[in-house]
């Protein structure tokens, strides 16, 4: 999977930019606060149709232009395809398929991405949303069936919170709970199912890459976590269990306003060395934790899809020592993965250019 080009009209602090990729490394240098990180962010967009970094499309059009595009060609298996996502203020947003128009559920898939960011580093010792949505972010590009389900299980859940407000403010009875209960258990048991197939996976590859960043001294364990469960390696059919749960906790649920029990509230546990590595595990383990955990991603990708998706690293490279860093590139060159990189500083490159090369200034981009 490669991305070949990339069209921006008003998107961010680029009236027009166009760009050409190589097939391999792509480096882009600049100071901070230029435009590296819109270019990044304008690919996973396109790939995923949202950003990772604001929830707001108006943010994403140029200042006082009321209208921008992006637009991204792509080879999946060498068959050419194209995406394209126009904006207008207020109005909803419109996405181009190959030319046709599509919704964002059937967006997911399309193209795959994998993105590092410093916030990644953040991952491991921060809250279990973030790795929630590391682990069904990647499960959703490999299986659209479980984005939909995904969406589904949010709206049954958005449902019954409405429902034991109503409740709690006596506007309705709770016996109206059972329908939404076993809609929820039903759905639920479908999402963990996935994970914990997809967690098995992780757990093979991520160990593997830990071993090979830490000179074989560090095991990487990662375990799936069924909030309020007692054996978190159940295999039978969840869904009574689920349903049990959600009627011991009706009364608790109705005075909060909020499902307590279900996937929305799962974690992902990670040991290294069998100690809980966001308790107890040092900067420099979690970072190769971290690390590890997106080399495992373009692997775990790999093996769903059959190609590597394109991978992003958003200025990151300051943020991992020389020899992660050696790591990191040795991988990528190995198994010759697209990959769009943003720095600030070329040295932390290996002095013999490795890619293509590019300098961004104020919205500018040149190559070379």
Known sequence: MKVSTLNLVNYRNYAELFLEFAPGINIFLGMNAQGKTNIIEAVYYAALGRSHRTNTESELIYWKKTAGSIRMDFTRFDVANSL??????????????????????????????????????????????????????????????????????????TQRNTLLKRIREHKAKSSMLEIWDTQLAESAAHIVKKRLEAVKKFNMLANLMQRRISANMENLSIYYYIHGAEDNNMTDDVVPWYNKKLRESAEIDILRGSTGIGPHRDDLI???????????????????????????????LRSETGEYPVLLLDDVMSELDRSRREQLLFFIQRENIQTLITATDESYFPAEHIGRYYHVDGGKVTMG
Do not use: C, W
């Not at 921060?126 to 069936?145: K, T």
């Open 84 to 157: 394209e996502f126009q904006f207008k203020l207020e109005k909803r947003r419109r996405i181009l398929y190959n030319g046709s128009n599509i919704r964002t559920k059937e967006l997911v898939g399309a193209m795959n991405v994998v993105l590092f960011s410093p916030e990644d580093l953040f991952l491991i010792k921060g809250s279990p949303v973030g790795r929630r949505r590391f682990l069904d972010i990647e499960i959703s590009q490999a299986s659209p069936a479980y984005y939909h389900e995904l969406v589904k299980y949010t709206h049954i859940v």
């Open 270 to 300: 990670l040991e290294v060395n069998g100690i809980n590595l966001r308790s107890f595990g040092s900067q420099g383990q979690q970072r190769t934790g971290v690390l590890a955990l997106k080399l495992a991603e373009l692997e775990f």
